[in-house]
């Protein structure tokens, strides 16, 4: 059934200035015989929205295309069924505001970018609300204080939680201390560490059932539909749940790899966590012989910010030994206290308690570094510190050392779900046929481990959330918190990052908003982040499928399952709606409703390409949406200009970019091609996890593509950008503008 297409062409914010949208009405009108095109001063106001809603009230129009500004603005005013096919062409910040006004070059781009919007539209097909039943209940995995504060939050919002304990009782770690980090004003006094309201307030909650002595078996299905299977004293129950909450808290680090400090010389030599304890159990007694503590050295960074044991900071320890300092002198006024650090890290209102402790007459800090602790006289021990604030060397006797012990989280077993990625990193990477199937061997054999699950996921990828650096869940640290790379299930607490007590209960806030959010766009049918409300689903055309496993292997949220063929099965509801397996199919059978392989190729033939002798080149920007669309909109805003030979394609992410459309681009005469993705690595993110990273691996073999076109490599070209390099983008655009005419014309052209 053809489409009765509406275009609409706004004229307002500079762009009837610098455009003749006289013109571009009639590339809609007598290029594509659009049925209805309207030119209008202010679309965005009441009148031109009416306008619209108009012509489709009277079935005049039923898909629409708007020219006018950026599709990352005026959303709420050009808000239509979210079903229909409907297009944003950008003529305001990536024409008019950053181009010659009335210049045949700038009429060109805007005429251009009118039929890429439009072609895109008439391939586009609307799309299907979903009626699936979901589950709006949240399973919140642990219970401890970050665990209890999600349980309690997600139920004040009117959710059913199954709150799931391990232990015995509830409570977690900060059940056993003695007290807790001060949270109010003045913040110079510790606070109990009692949980006993928030537990009876959980344990009688009529919307949370609580389990303790409960372990989970099996996670299976998506968002909106887990089916959580618990074995509690032997007996099975499910339940299904629509979001999860992963509150598992942390683990000390492993004292025993830190004999160089003394750790297991003497019983006088404990960790924070054993000090702790002794101090929650009663008076402050030596271990080995039952006397009072009359001096203790605190060795800080004990294992942590060491490349050799724990690489990060664990955040709490230097606020713990303070609070420990303390109940030494609470016990004994006289009892010396000597804390030696790398630094002192006490953030935002910690640095008044951090003053206190500093004052006391019998507390010593010094910046230096243990160099060895021995026995001494008098069952005591000798502490040698070198490179000190004085540049000496010293020596310390006291009767306890104690080592403040980094945080480690309790996700599933670091090392072997690390050898698991390892093995499925050689799986992806272009190795022989032998290391390959030797990788994906290892790779079974440790999806299959036991003792080490939490979760216990029946997903391909593996058994559990994926643990990146220092084996914590992944988290976007830039731009989403709590999330990981399984949607729908969100990291919270110390089991996302280091963090005391107080932080872990406003990470739980935040993860049992984003748990929220996630069953009710679910129940609606829309995506999570970054694609918020994003209604399309990836259809796959299997009669086709080649079991290659690139789709399943590269989608780097466990979207895709597969039966013992290698054929994907779909799990809708996981879908980020990123587009990356579509980027990775070689047979291109993968495609979204409203974006497709087929709707990009026709966009970039609908560009209109000069012949040679006009000196007109056209270079092709594959331009990721998330970070380097909206830094060329701020460029517009700011009325940079850049040559005006470009032609910007947003792509959902980078990873999405097949290379067919590559090779329709310089086999069709486009004279260049530049790609501009999220920045990646340890201090950027993409979006999509890995997409960018992704999209640079497949450019590999574009090589090969080139060659076989008899062109030059130079002529593509791959960046990734920050959205706050916003200033260097026009500058990247100008210079491979340069490059391309110092190449010369695509001998393509024409053809």
């Given amino acids: 059934m053809d489409k009765k297409l509406g275009v609409y062409i706004c004229s307002g914010c500079s762009i009837g200035d610098a455009l003749d949208t006289d013109k571009l009405a009639q590339v809609a009108q007598k290029e594509y015989k659009a049925p209805v095109c309207r030119v209008h001063s202010f679309l965005c106001g009441k009148e031109g929205v009416e306008l619209i809603h108009k012509d489709l009230q009277e079935g005049s129009v039923d898909s629409v295309v708007i020219a006018a500004c950026s599709p990352r603005v005026k959303a709420e005013a050009f808000a239509l069924d979210p079903c229909m096919v409907q297009e944003r062409v950008n003529l305001r910040e990536h024409v008019a505001w950053c181009q010659k006004p009335k210049d045949e070059d700038t009429q060109m781009m805007a005429e251009d970018y009118l039929r890429m919007g439009i072609v895109k539209a008439q391939k586009m097909e609307p799309l299907e609300p979903v009626s699936d039943e979901v589950s709006k209940a949240i399973l919140v995995v642990g219970g401890g204080v970050t665990g209890l504060t999600a349980a309690l939050e997600a139920a004040a919002a009117g959710y059913e939680v199954v709150l799931v304990e391990k232990q015995a009782q509830l409570g977690g770690f900060v059940g056993t201390l003695k007290s807790r980090f001060p949270r109010q004003a003045p913040y110079t006094e510790m606070e109990p560490a009692d949980l006993a309201d928030q537990i009876q307030a959980a344990t009688y909650h009529p919307k949370i059932k609580v389990y303790t002595s409960t372990a989970i078996t099996q996670t299976s299905g998506q968002p909106g539909q887990f089916d959580v299977t618990l074995l509690k004293d032997g007996d099975t129950i499910v339940h299904r749940v629509g979001a999860i909450v992963m509150a598992t808290g942390w683990k000390p680090y492993d004292a025993s790899k830190l004999g160089h400090l003394g750790y297991g010389l003497t019983p006088d030599v404990v960790t924070n966590v054993e000090f702790e304890n002794m101090a929650a159990a009663g008076p402050l007694k030596r271990p080995s012989d039952g006397k009072a503590v009359e001096s203790v050295l605190f060795v800080q960074c004990a294992g942590s910010r060491d490349q050799a044991h724990l690489p990060y900071c664990s955040s709490v320890c230097c606020m713990a030994t303070l609070k420990h300092s303390e109940y030494v002198h609470q016990q004994n006024a006289d009892a010396k206290v000597y804390i030696i650090y790398k630094d002192m890290r006490t953030p935002g209102q910690y640095e008044k308690y951090y003053a206190k402790v500093q004052n006391h007459p019998g507390t010593f800090l010094t910046k230096g570094e243990v160099d060895g602790v021995d026995k001494a006289a008098g069952g005591k021990l000798a502490v040698r510190v070198k490179d000190t604030l004085l540049g000496e060397s010293i020596q310390v006797v006291v009767d306890l050392v104690v080592l403040a012990t980094g945080m480690v989280p309790n996700s599933a077993d670091g090392e072997a779900i690390r050898q698991l990625h390892d093995a499925q990193a050689k799986v992806l990477r272009n190795e ?5 199937q030797e990788a994906e061997k290892k790779a079974e054999e440790l999806k299959a481990h036991e003792g080490t699950e939490i979760l216990h996921l029946t997903y391909r990828q593996g058994p559990d959330l994926p643990l990146l650096r220092y084996g914590f869940p992944d988290s976007h640290f830039v731009c989403f918190p709590y999330e990981t790379r399984r949607t729908g299930i969100y990291a919270a607490g110390t089991v996302r990052a280091p963090m005391d007590s107080g932080h872990a209960q406003e990470d739980a806030l935040g993860a049992a908003m984003k748990a929220i959010q996630s069953t009710e766009l679910a129940a609606q049918g829309q995506a999570v982040h970054p694609r918020s409300r994003d209604m399309s689903f990836p259809s796959f055309f299997l009669q086709r499928c080649t079991q290659c496993k690139r789709c399943t292997e590269e989608c780097p949220f466990g979207t895709l399952d597969e039966d013992e063929k290698g054929t994907p099965k779909p799990n809708p509801y996981r879908c980020r709606r990123c587009g990356i397996c579509m980027g990775a199919c070689p047979e291109r059978i993968i495609s979204f409703k409203n974006y497709s392989v087929d709707m990009i190729a026709s966009q970039i033939k609908a560009i209109e390409v000069p012949e040679e002798d006009e000196e ?74 890995k997409g960018s990273e992704l999209a640079n691996r497949r450019l590999e073999n574009v090589k090969e593509t080139l060659q076989r076109l008899q062109l030059e490599s130079e002529r593509i070209q791959v960046t990734q950008l920050a959205i706050n390099e916003y200033g260097k983008l026009p500058v990247l655009i100008n210079e491979f503008m340069d490059k391309i005419r110092e190449i010369g014309p695509n001998p393509y052209k024409g053809f």
């Fill in 432 to 436: 022989s046929d032998t290391q390959r």
């Fill in 616 to 689: 007109k080149p056209r270079v092709l920007v594959f331009m990721c949406e998330n970070d380097a669309y909206p830094a060329l909109d701020i460029a517009g805003m700011n009325r940079i200009q850049y040559d005006p030979s470009v032609r910007i394609i947003p792509l959902r992410c980078l990873g999405s970019m097949n290379i067919v459309w590559i090779a329709d681009a310089l086999s069709g005469g486009i004279d260049g091609v530049m790609l501009v993705g999220c920045k990646y690595g340890d201090d950027y993110q993409c979006h999509f996890a």
